[in-house]
């Protein structure tokens, strides 16, 4: 109608939250979840309330994961090959070779779906892929185990088997572990991977005593029928870790601005809404409209715990730099990444054969190798705890090394000794345990170092190139295998240590980029007291960006 008001410009509609899910998630769970919480009719434990859904999620995810991968891939599959094969250590590492080679040729290409469109479905995509995986592999060691004059087969079928195992466990290791990343808030995520890392320990511990129980009803013995039945106990739990796959949801990721539950309360959540305000790189929290628009009430924003928190940016990536200029916060995980690299090439080499020297140089029974895979688990999660609180004090990086260079020492008194025909359980084994619970204790560390000196929307790739540190594991696998059957297991193990303990000097450039305080990363109300105890090597916060209002919120 002439002279009436044009009518208010249509805005599209919002996208749907549950447009990018899982199958699992889009088919049973609620378009919207409240809070992101992990839904309260499944919470049955009082720690689940109000818990993020892909947080509890991913914990349940790496326990079953960890009990059935602590039951079938260790020692029961490396002895199955092994015996298959006619006693090959060298066939062995093929097959750990073809699944570190199927993870690095699939990284990058899910790295960067999860990233660019939905790491749920992504993930739920390698759940279709565990049960096809899962199905070859019963298969194969069922047919194995029953027809062994036809054992080249079943190690053909076995070696494509693990090659889709190898692409299951980048998408676990990879848009996985950066879903849960993107759902943990900054500053405490070395808390909340110490979690999933207990979780997993904890069930890999019962893995072992599940082999037991079998051994012992099927048989103490090392044949490929005994072994059969344990393998298939383990990939029976595999197929309950692939339907947690389906459920994860992308619409329950914190925003990058979004703080713990502690500093949430601390800054009086009933106002939050009102005091975000973006401030060059930072987020205040508290104040409203008003008092931060007026430049003559900054006085309110005098709170008595002002909280700010960092998030990823060129500026803050580029803010320290040394070497003239050669090692920024951009570097970290490029360092992370090479020196993780060369943990993996040297580990690889070793680790998949641990259970065969037990086997053939100590002549242990299944039973008792499986006993020492049961403790060690239970010593890797005791070593993380500490080394979780001994960051604290000494710093993330420094623990990470001090643990490296006890491992290395430990890793060559038992080739020492084995070399000098020490083959006592007693000796042997206690000294294995302690190196691999303290070489292994520092994973919470590592991935909180990454997901704090990492862009949000490069997680999802960065884990997933992580997938190149499987290959590097893998494919010296190979190497480790022809030297086993070539010199013995104490030589590779020799070999292990030496490419370990080059891996420090890597680490040590790590230094002065990481602060000691993992607090330092994204608490503005703390820059000047660390700075003046020298826990950072440039302060946080940046002094061009509206610097006296952000001085008197300091203050």
Not at 97 to 117: C, E, H, N
Not at 309 to 319: D, G, M
Request: hydrophobic share 40%.
């Amino acid at each position: 109608m002439e002279g009436s008001s044009p009518p208010p410009p249509s805005h599209p509609p919002s996208p749907d939250k549950n447009d990018w899910m899982g199958c699992g998630a889009r088919a049973f769970c609620p378009t919207v979840l409240v809070d992101k919480a992990w839904p309260s009719g499944l919470a049955c434990f009082s720690c689940l309330k109000g818990a993020n859904y892909n947080v509890v999620l991913m914990n349940i995810l790496c326990m079953l994961f960890g009990l059935a991968e602590s039951i079938w891939t260790g020692t029961a599959m490396s002895a199955f090959l092994y015996t298959l094969s006619q006693d090959s250590n060298t066939r062995v590492g093929y097959v750990e070779a073809a699944q570190g080679i199927s993870t690095l040729l699939f990284a990058l290409p899910v790295g960067y779906m999860a990233d660019k469109y939905s790491a749920s479905v992504v993930i739920a995509c390698g759940a279709i892929l565990s049960f096809i995986a899962c199905g070859t592999t019963a298969f194969a060691t069922y047919e194995g185990a029953q027809d062994q004059d036809n054992w080249r087969l079943h190690y053909y079928l076995l070696l494509g088997a693990f090659c889709l195992w190898g692409i299951v466990n980048g998408m676990i290791n990879g848009p996985a572990q950066a879903l849960y990343a993107a759902s943990t808030p900054q500053g405490s995520r070395s808390k909340y991977y110490e979690i999933l890392f207990v979780g997993w320990g904890l069930s890999s511990t019962i893995g072992p005593v599940i082999s037991i129980i079998l051994f012992a009803y099927y048989g103490n013995q090392w044949t490929l029928t005994r072994l059969r039945n344990v393998i298939l106990a383990g990939l029976s739990l595999e197929l309950l870790t692939a339907v947690c796959m389906l459920f994860f949801r992308d619409d329950c990721k914190l925003n990058e601005e979004e703080t713990s539950a502690e500093n949430t309360a601390e800054a009086n959540t009933d106002s939050k809404q009102d005091g975000e305000r973006e401030n060059g790189n930072y987020t205040l929290l508290g104040g409203n409209d008003e008092e931060i628009g007026d430049s003559n009430t900054n006085a309110a924003l005098d709170l008595d715990k002002p909280k700010m928190v960092r998030t990823v940016t060129e500026q803050f990536l580029n803010e320290v730099s040394y070497c003239g200029g050669l090692l920024t916060r951009r570097s970290v995980p490029y360092i992370l990444f090479c020196s993780d690299i060369i943990i993996a090439i040297g580990s690889g080499m070793t680790v998949k054969y641990f259970p065969l020297f037990f086997k053939n140089n100590v002549n242990m029974t299944p039973i008792e190798v499986q006993a020492i895979y049961a403790v060690t688990p239970i010593a890797m999660v005791m070593f993380s705890v500490v080394g979780t609180s001994l960051k604290d004090y000494l710093g993330r990086v420094q623990t990470i090394m001090l643990a490296r260079v006890i491992g290395v020492g430990l890793l060559l008194t038992l080739a020492l000794l084995a070399e000098a025909g020490v083959h006592s359980k007693y000796v042997l084994v206690p000294i294995y345990v302690i190196r691999t619970g303290i070489v292994n204790c520092t994973y919470p560390l590592d991935e909180s170092i990454l997901m704090d000196f990492c862009p949000k929307d490069k997680r999802a790739q960065w884990k997933s190139l992580e997938s190149v540190v499987s290959f590097g594991w893998c494919g010296s696998a190979v190497l480790g295998g022809v030297l086993g059957d070539k010199h013995g297991y104490s030589f590779t193990f020799t070999i292990t240590a030496v490419i370990q303990g080059s891996s420090l000097a890597l680490t040590s450039l790590l230094l002065p980029l990481v602060p000691i305080k993992e607090s330092a990363r994204n608490e503005a109300k703390d820059v000047k007291q660390l700075d003046e105890e020298g826990d950072l090597q440039e302060p946080l916060v940046n002094p061009v960006v509206d610097s006296d209002r952000l001085q008197n919120t300091i203050q």
